[in-house]
């Protein structure tokens, strides 16, 4: 069973970045579609960026559009979220997620905080 691990967050100044990995292990995540959500206080989950299982494909939240990218490395089976220009109201829990090819998303991490102070 392929579990998710996210890492990087934490407390940054907005204006400022920060990138988030999200590193698959007990199995390959290689064929799956790649995404990231997050969840503020008070709020419901949303979707954040995705990305296919070959790269070439990837969507964003209009809310992140030019200010968030999303990658992966497959022979590291590991995506990233490459935050640039956060603002406060990026604040939230971040949650990696995976994807079989026409599947919903079934396999989560764990989710990781992200605090960004103004």
């Known amino acids: 069973q392929v579990q998710l691990v996210e890492s990087g967050g934490g407390l940054v100044q907005a204006g400022g970045s920060l990138r988030l990995s999200c590193a698959a292990s007990?199995?390959?995540?290689?064929?799956?579609?790649m995404a990231w959500f997050r969840q503020a206080p008070g709020s419901e989950r949303e979707f954040v960026a995705a990305?296919?299982?070959?790269?070439?494909?990837?969507n964003y939240a209009n809310s992140v559009t030019g200010r968030f990218t999303i990658s992966r490395d497959n022979a590291r089976n590991t995506v990233y979220l490459q935050m640039n220009s956060l603002h406060p109201e990026d604040t939230a829990v971040y949650y990696c997620?995976?994807?079989?090819?026409?599947?919903?998303?079934?396999?989560w991490g764990q989710g990781i905080r992200v605090t960004v102070s103004s």
């Open positions: 997620a995976a994807a079989k090819p026409r599947e919903d998303y079934t396999l």
């Open positions: 007990g199995g390959t995540a290689n064929t799956y579609q």
């Open positions: 990305i296919s299982w070959s790269g070439n494909a990837r």
